[in-house]
């Protein structure tokens, strides 16, 4: 078993210190800033300011502090109790969010998109946003607050609060009866796999998809019965060197999702 790491204890003014009031420039996205604590960068998540996300703000870091010893997973430093809900601390992934190196519309995306080789890497809401990269291109997977979900022993699914998880994760299944079943995160992972292979957020597909009605899954199982892989995938994997390789690569990739 893993030992448990130690949980440094911060207080409100400390925060908002590191971060410059949570000043614009600090603000990262998806309610995440860069801050400064003696003299280390870290990464603070700010959840939104309601009691009922507290519990959610305490599952993820009781979780990520469980798994943290995986080298693929965020690593918590601190909490300030101070605030409801806390505030979490957590180390910095230099290289920012993997939807800012795949998401074609992106603004950072313009300068570094991500090579094919290092595209291909569960969760209750695993997506772009929820994947970090350290300064080696390193995946490191936060946001374990769905943890509360769990599954009773003896039990196949559980019933789940239907507008708890955003319309881009909600698999038919879960649509049509309300429940999770540890099968769950097997479509969010095939939805990454086909924004690896576009480079188009599932959510917002403004540049693959004319009917608004349409989403992405759809649209690529449109395209899987009649488009070569060629008129598929994000024209920046193909800029690259492959040949007949990194076809098979690619259709391989996009027939499992």
């Known amino acids: 078993m893993a030992k448990p790491i130690p949980i440094r204890s911060f207080f409100t003014q400390e925060l908002r210190q590191a971060t410059h009031n949570y000043h ?5 996205g998806m309610h995440r800033y860069k801050g400064s604590l003696e003299g280390r960068i870290v990464l603070i998540k700010l959840f939104p300011d ?4 507290a519990d959610f703000a305490i599952n993820d870091l009781v979780i990520s502090a469980q798994m943290c010893a995986h080298n693929n997973v965020l690593k918590p430093i601190g909490c300030c109790l101070e ?3 806390p505030i979490l601390v957590y180390e910095f992934p230099k ?3 993997l939807a800012d190196r795949i998401y074609i519309c992106s603004d950072t995306r313009q300068h570094q998109p991500m090579a094919w080789e290092s595209r291909p890497v569960i969760h209750m809401a695993t997506h772009m946003h929820s994947i970090l990269l350290d300064e080696h291109d390193v995946p490191k997977l936060s946001d374990f607050f769905f943890f509360l979900v769990t599954i009773p022993e003896g039990k196949t699914d559980v019933e ?4 708890l998880w955003h319309p881009k994760f909600k698999g038919p299944e879960f649509e049509a009866i309300g429940k ?3 099968k769950f995160d097997v ?3 095939g939805v990454l796999l086909m924004e690896l292979l576009t480079g188009e957020d599932s959510y917002n597909t403004i540049q693959l998809i004319i009917d608004e009605d349409s989403s992405l899954v759809e649209y690529m199982h449109n395209c899987a019965q009649g488009y070569s892989i060629n008129e598929i995938v994000d024209p920046a994997i193909l800029a690259g060197e492959g040949g007949a390789s990194l076809e098979q690569q690619l259709q391989a990739v996009l ?3």
Do not use: M
Not at 24 to 28: M, Q
Not at 50 to 53: A, D, G, I
């Open 24 to 28: 614009d420039y600090t603000y990262l």
């Open 160 to 163: 789940a609060y239907n507008g």
């Open 255 to 257: 027939d499992l999702a």
């Open 180 to 182: 999770v079943t540890e």
């Open 50 to 53: 309601s009691k009922s996300l």
């Open 95 to 97: 290289n920012g969010f």
């Open 187 to 189: 479509y969010h992972f």
């Open 83 to 85: 605030n409801q809900p």
